[in-house]
């Protein structure tokens, strides 16, 4: 397939978190009228999680208000001009988006500011690119990176600029354009099939263990899942304080007292998940679908948990599991106290705003509520049987006429 001479194209294999380390970055958001500046700030620090985990220092943010992105250079020419002389003056080689820029605002970028841009989902595939262990997940990052191409595959090919006007445009170089375009719908096609058939052999793993109940960690990323995963079931499931650590589904067998269960953990969401990337990781939590309990692991510790609920929430809506069996596992009460409490403040009054935010939760989402520190261990002794009576319960459901054996 002929390629475009922008060397930085998204699914090249040069083009891994490895080769991000050491690059300064600067963040680019842009204050919408749909969206307050807080809200900007908020999802600039998430992005820099984000470049921080795929190895790049973040040097400087910058933020405009504008009604709406411009369609060419998607910030307004001021802005442009000021990002390019920063980034000239203090030898930046990277240039990050927090929204998805078109293929042709990228081009014209990267022409203008002789830097490296890519946009949030670009960096979050560089991301699942890196994590991906298992021929499921490679699958699903090589899908989502070509329906990702796809639509920018002209606005990449910037040596096609040399042609101008309308007669010419449809020579040889647009006839490539087809031909790459016709390639990538074909491998796309290849790889769903190819999907199909991994998730048939999954299907065929899991009616092996039918029998069991499932539970199954669902969290935004880097909530402490995997930590809780290990807690559980005494495995060494991989842990990493970055976004995405935990990105193949992990199935532990896991037995409280005579009770047999089967515990997973999945993939981490986030806020601003494009829904092609969505679509692609369907497969990936096909776990969830077929769980009888979700544990929902929240980081109270979080200024923005509340949100990250709602991020969570609206995913397991999209795929139509909002109703399932739910403990909402609010984890990290030891980093939540070292950052609301004064050493001054009673025990008791403690305890009493803990318990107004587990009844305020447990309300308003009208799920059952548990505080918990998986790294130290507190209160993981209630949450287990806690959730031994959520699977007693499912056992009861599911065989009404089978004698208790636990």
Not at 168 to 197: A, N, S, W
Request: without cysteine.
């Amino acid at each position: 397939m002929a390629t475009a001479r922008n060397k930085w194209n998204l699914g090249e294999k040069e083009r891994s978190p490895e080769s991000l380390q050491q690059e300064g970055a600067v963040l680019i958001g842009v204050i919408l009228p749909s969206q307050s500046e807080a809200k900007v700030v908020e999802y600039l620090d998430e992005l820099e999680f984000l470049a921080q985990t795929a190895g790049a220092l973040t040097v400087k943010r910058f933020m405009q208000k504008m009604d709406r992105p411009d369609s060419k250079t998607y910030i307004g020419s001021g802005k442009m001009k000021e990002i390019g002389q920063y980034i000239k003056d203090h030898d930046i080689n990277l240039a990050i988006f927090d929204d998805d820029l078109t293929g042709k605002q990228t081009s014209f970028l990267e022409e203008e500011w002789k830097v490296k841009i890519i946009d949030r989902t670009s960096l979050i595939l560089d991301i699942f690119a890196a994590r991906a262990q298992t021929a499921q997940a490679r699958t699903q990052v090589e899908l989502a990176q070509l329906q990702y191409l796809l639509p920018r595959l002209r606005g990449l090919w910037t040596h096609l600029e040399r042609q101008r006007g309308g007669i010419g445009m449809r020579g040889p170089g647009e006839q490539e354009i087809e031909t790459d375009r016709r390639i990538v719908r074909d491998k796309i096609t290849f790889l769903k099939k190819k999907l199909e058939k991994i998730d048939q052999q999954s299907l065929t793993q899991r009616k092996s263990r039918d029998e069991l109940i499932r539970v199954s960690l669902i969290g935004y990323t880097n909530v402490g899942k995997s930590t809780l995963m290990n807690v559980l079931s005494k495995s060494e499931v991989f842990v990493e304080n970055k976004l995405f650590a935990t990105l193949d589904t992990t199935v532990r067998k896991v037995v409280f007292g005579t009770m047999p269960f089967l515990l997973s953990d999945t993939v981490g969401f986030i806020r601003k998940l494009p829904h092609h990337l969505v679509e692609s990781f369907k497969s990936t939590l096909d776990e969830v679908h077929e769980a009888d309990i979700l544990l929902h692991v929240i980081d109270i510790a979080h200024p923005q948990y509340e949100d990250h609920i709602v991020a969570v929430n609206q995913t397991l809506q999209d795929i139509k599991l909002a109703q399932k069996p739910t403990i909402m596992v609010l984890n990290k009460i030891d980093r939540y106290r070292e950052l609301n409490y004064d050493d001054l403040l009673e025990d008791s009054i403690k305890h009493q705003f803990e318990e107004e935010i587990q009844s305020r939760l447990k309300n308003e989402y009208s799920a059952d509520t548990i505080l918990v520190s998986a790294a130290t261990g507190e209160n993981i002794n209630a949450f287990r049987e806690k959730l031994r009576e959520a699977v007693a319960d499912a056992y009861a459901v599911r065989y009404p006429y089978r004698p208790k054996m636990w």
